[in-house]
């Protein structure tokens, strides 16, 4: 079954404890990004991924950093959380194409950062 | 860069009633337009697409019609149910800057009551 798969689902943490949240996809797709999800102000995407190795900021990077050593993994890591964070978070990836191809999402992680 | 402008709701309707939620972009050129719908505790799934002007998207007795005149996308169905209850994301790709991802509307949030 296709899927992407994050973990946690839910974290509760405290300001400045370093996190990852973890993204894995067994399409086989190029491309991978995160988004937050938050009230009023829907989805907006933090960073992308259009291989391995490549990566690049979306509109919200700040305070966020990523890898992709792997073509299946995009992990999402948090250095020094903050309140403002707290957010609900998706992993989506799709096929290298044009961009008329269906993105796929993860479950997302609720995080609280306390 | 391009940007999407739906109806945030909440939008209650009764069982059986007409579903319309509006959906109007603002894009440089003609790109592909998307429905994505979100149900309780899950993450985003593709509804439906149009990749060109005219073009009629349609899944699960959900249409869109692709309007360029009208810069517009929006979403109906003529017999909503429970199982309709959810949040739904217009969107189409973000634009500028290598961005390679989604600019999505701040979503609507859809209760269909028995």
């Known amino acids: 079954e296709a899927q992407v798969t994050q973990n946690p689902r839910y974290l509760i943490t405290v300001t400045g404890k370093k996190l990852t949240v973890t993204c894995s996809q067994n399409?086989?797709?190029?491309?991978m990004s995160w988004y937050r999800q938050d009230p009023g102000l829907g989805l907006r995407q933090i960073y992308y991924?259009?291989?391995?190795?490549?990566?690049d900021k979306g509109d919200v990077p700040e305070g966020y950093k990523v890898s992709r050593k792997e073509k299946r993994n995009f992990p999402l890591i948090l250095e020094s959380p903050s309140p403002n964070q707290t957010s609900l978070y998706f992993c989506?990836?799709?096929?290298?194409?044009?961009?008329?191809?269906?993105?796929?999402f993860g479950q997302g992680t609720r995080l609280t950062v306390v | 860069g391009n940007s999407v402008t739906q109806m945030e709701g909440p939008v209650t309707l009764s069982e059986e009633a007409f579903l319309t939620i509006n959906c109007t972009y603002t894009?440089?050129?003609?790109?592909?337009l998307f429905w994505y719908v979100q149900y309780p505790g899950e993450g985003l799934q593709l509804l439906l697409k149009?990749?060109?002007?005219?073009d009629k998207g349609s899944n699960k007795g959900f249409e869109a019609t692709y309007r360029k005149e009208t810069t517009s996308f929006h979403l109906e169905k003529g017999s909503v149910q429970v199982s309709d209850s959810a949040v739904y994301f217009c969107?189409?790709?973000?634009?500028?800057?290598?961005?390679?991802?989604?600019?999505f509307g701040k979503g609507t949030h859809l209760i269909i009551q028995p």
């Open positions: 991924s259009m291989n391995v190795e490549v990566t």
């Open positions: 149009a990749t060109k002007a005219d």
């Open positions: 989506a990836s799709r096929a290298r194409s044009d961009r008329d191809t269906e993105a796929f």
């Open positions: 894009a440089t050129g003609y790109p592909s």
């Open positions: 969107a189409l790709p973000s634009s500028g800057g290598g961005a390679d991802g989604l600019t």
């Open positions: 399409m086989n797709h190029e491309y």
